[in-house]
């Protein structure tokens, strides 16, 4: 799911605005805190029928930060990311993680295949 | 879930594969390897004879040779691309149940969860082209110096993961490490 179909969906269960939601999340954070928090949110924008997600600095003091940034990569690697291992939930529906013993079972192993360097 | 749905989610080289896919295990010793060994060294690629070297409970550096796969993307794993490359066990699964300390229904329950796959941090690789039954261990992934594995290990390589392999490599690695936390973690 890309992050403007997430934003779809925040928007269609809640009828709030996704980037006008996370904004008031900041700014309530900044009151409690009494402090600015910086921040990068990346907000839909309509470019003719099509959108595309755009970065909003807030309060980020350092001057090269956009510079820094890879948006495009940024967004890409997470969706990949997330597309992969939902895909891995997918593919392969039982998975879990080790349990204690099956840890201590492994664990057991490596102690007799590793030797003193 | 949906046979379309399930198809989405799969990047273009991987589509013509979503019904092995969607049938697994059954016949993945068919269609995990490459048919041949590419010239050049791929991701997720099988080397026998790798160094690694780790820290014990004590603190004291201990090392292994042992079958590994590489992790790093291919890009990075070709000479002279980058400083160094990272390797994750390779474990015989026959050795591993011998010298086991579960038993009886646990093992098999184990053994059985890790043959299909359903060990995050663990990728099953079946018996075929040469490959014994055998799992390849994320938790445990080191570097190596390419310049030292070019040396001493590349000529090494007994198999290689075909497109469709590849990609279950990518999911169980993508899952093993972006796996929502416990509810319990407690971050500050």
């Known amino acids: 799911m890309s992050a403007l179909q997430v934003a779809d969906l925040f928007e269609n269960m809640t009828g709030d605005s996704a980037s006008e939601t996370l904004g008031n999340y900041l700014s309530d954070a900044a009151n409690r805190t009494d402090q600015r928090l910086p921040s990068i949110v990346y907000t839909r924008l309509r470019i003719g029928s099509a959108y595309a997600m755009w970065p909003e600095y807030s309060d980020v003091t350092d001057a090269n930060a956009l510079q820094r940034t890879i948006h495009e990569n940024f967004v890409g690697m997470s969706e990949r990311l997330v597309q992969l291992s939902n895909a891995a939930r997918t593919i392969f529906p039982g998975m879990r993680a080790l349990t204690e013993p099956e840890s201590a079972n492994l664990r057991g192993y490596y102690k007799k295949v590793f030797r003193k360097a | ?188």
């Open chain 2, 1 to 188: 879930m949906l046979e379309q749905d399930f198809v989405s989610f799969l990047p273009t080289y991987a589509k013509p594969f979503a019904k092995q896919l969607q049938e697994l295990p059954l016949n993945y010793e068919k269609w995990v390897y490459a048919a041949a060994l590419p010239s050049k060294i791929y991701q997720g690629d099988l080397f026998s004879g790798v160094r690694f070297a780790s820290i014990d409970d004590d603190g004291e550096a201990i090392v292994a040779d042992v079958p590994a796969m590489v992790l790093s993307n291919t890009c990075d794993v070709q000479p002279e691309q980058s400083e160094s490359l990272l390797v994750a066990p390779l474990i015989d699964l026959e050795d591993y149940s011998a010298q086991s300390v579960l038993a009886g229904e646990e093992l098999e329950n184990h053994i059985r969860a890790l043959k299909r796959n359903e060990i995050s941090q663990l990728m099953f690789l079946p018996e075929a082209h040469g490959v014994k039954n055998c799992f390849v261990d994320f938790s445990r992934i080191s570097p190596l110096p390419l310049s030292y594995f070019y040396s001493n290990t590349a000529a090494n390589r007994f198999q290689s993961l075909s497109s469709c392999g590849h990609y279950v490599m990518m999911v169980k690695v993508a899952h093993h490490f972006t796996r929502p936390e416990s509810p319990d973690a407690a971050r500050a």
